[in-house]
């Protein structure tokens, strides 16, 4: 009862009975304005040394908010500091013409539509998330048809469409065409694979034109589907004593986490904010898993071969995107998420995946969006590498390892020997402190 409870609670919101959900709590639920500001807990206070580094994040929570934008350029303050206007009852905020160029870009964190956050029975799962899309449905769905609560905010004035990025079908294809007709750059594969590939990306220029943030949302959550489905099949085979490869399920592990920042990213950037997208991006990833399963089932190197389809589309897409969008992504700070994978103190998972490179040799920056997407690219080019190696495992039988592996073991030759060397000389001060009268 009470999540039908919470549903009504939700649909009423939207609807302007209950207009103040952008200002208070809301008891059972909260819709998400789905705004392109940043709002922050005022229970929470917010680093100052991130607020001058521009690294802005939004989080729509149930209690008063901040929400931050920055100043006009003609203002005497420095443009790159947030103003923060707050009375006792709700927070605005300036918003200057050149906010989204010259100041911090406000990125979505923690909406209404995400995941849940702690584990429970799949029956509490499926209401929970039932709960959270039906506002998304109904608030959509009049949208349509002109019916909306006076917070409500058009989508072009919110993630990701008021970014105002771009990306030109016809430009990804003839990246494509030109990578195909290089030495080396035709993925060989069988003719269903290829047929199956050219279908998926036809569906991707209709279903997202114009809309290159939620097309890389949806390339991104299809993206990791492949690596859950090999080490499924990985761990099938080790239990039934046919195959055991832990150096490969070790490698398919980090592919997986390295997607799943890229999937981070995309959603801090409001690429999941449609609730159409949603549903198709999640029926379709579980579509896909069966279907990587069945391949792999009957052909590894299949399965390895379309992989490596999707990943070189993927290089081909965002390399297009980086040259029409260069001048603006320069402009903006990357996300949070961003900084916390890319910059991170440990980052063995992240080399963990590029078997062609060694450990500690890649350290890419990321001080704009630019350097994010650029990043990005430059993953899904290991990612296609890792797969080629793969097809040769299963093709060859030459083992894929980790990079840290190839190393002797996961400390490394030269950090393994100072060890021992450490070691030998505590032993020998200790027998010699023993020995002595």
Same mark, same amino acid.
């Given at each position: 009862m009470r999540y039908y409870l919470s549903f009504l609670a939700s649909s009423s919101c939207f609807l302007g009975l209950r207009t103040s959900y952008c200002k208070t709590a809301v008891s059972a639920f909260q819709i998400d304005p789905l705004t392109s500001r940043t709002k922050y807990s005022s229970s929470v206070p917010y680093p100052q040394n991130r607020i001058t580094n521009n690294l802005g994040r939004s989080s729509f929570l149930k209690s008063n908010t901040f929400l931050f934008s920055a100043q006009d350029e003609n203002n005497q303050n420095d443009a790159s500091t947030p103003t923060i206007i707050q009375d006792s009852t709700t927070t605005t905020t300036t918003s200057p013409s050149n906010a989204v160029d010259k100041g911090p870009l406000l990125y979505m964190e923690n909406s209404s539509y995400s995941d849940g956050t702690r584990p429970a029975n799949a029956f509490v799962l499926a209401v929970n998330n039932f709960v959270r899309q039906g506002s998304s449905i109904l608030q959509e769905a009049f949208a349509e048809i002109g019916i909306t609560g006076k917070d409500f905010i058009p989508p072009s004035e919110r993630l990701p469409d008021c970014l105002g990025f771009t990306l030109d079908s016809e430009a990804v294809k003839e990246a494509a065409r030109r990578r195909e007709s290089s030495q080396g750059g035709k993925v060989e594969t069988n003719p269903a694979s290829r047929a199956l590939y050219d279908l998926g990306c036809f569906a991707l220029d209709e279903l997202f034109e114009n809309r290159p943030i939620a097309r890389f949302w949806f390339l991104e959550i299809v993206a990791r589907i492949p690596y859950f489905a090999y080490i499924s099949m990985l761990h099938l085979y080790e239990s039934l004593g046919w195959w055991r490869v832990p150096e490969l399920r070790k490698v398919h592990n980090a592919e997986e986490y390295n997607e799943l920042h890229h999937l981070l990213i995309m959603e801090?950037? *409001?690429?999941?904010? !449609? +609730? !159409?997208? !949603?549903?198709?991006?999640?029926? *379709?990833?579980?579509?896909?898993? +069966?279907?990587?399963? *069945?391949? #792999? #089932? #009957? $052909?590894?190197?299949?399965?390895?071969?379309?992989?490596?389809?999707?990943? $070189?589309h993927a290089v081909d897409t965002y390399s297009t995107f980086l040259k029409e969008n260069e001048e603006k992504l320069k402009t903006l700070p990357p996300p949070m998420v961003a900084l916390s994978y890319y910059k991170a103190t440990n980052l063995y998972l992240f080399d963990d995946f590029q078997v062609s490179k060694k450990p500690n040799t890649r350290r890419p920056p990321c001080d704009t969006l630019y350097d994010v997407f650029r990043n990005i690219n430059d993953d899904e080019a290991e990612h296609v590498k890792t797969m080629k190696a793969c097809k040769d495992y299963s093709r060859l039988g030459k083992v894929v390892v980790s990079p840290h592996m190839t190393l002797g073991d996961d400390i490394g030759v030269t950090e393994k020997r100072k060890a021992w060397l450490k070691w030998s000389e505590e032993t020998n001060k200790s027998v010699d402190e023993n020995q002595s009268p």
């Open positions: 801090a950037l *409001g690429g999941n904010a !449609r +609730w !159409r997208d !949603r549903f198709l991006g999640y029926h *379709g990833a579980v579509l896909y898993y +069966w279907l990587v399963i *069945g391949l #792999f #089932f #009957f $052909s590894p190197k299949a399965a390895y071969e379309f992989m490596e389809l999707l990943e $070189s």
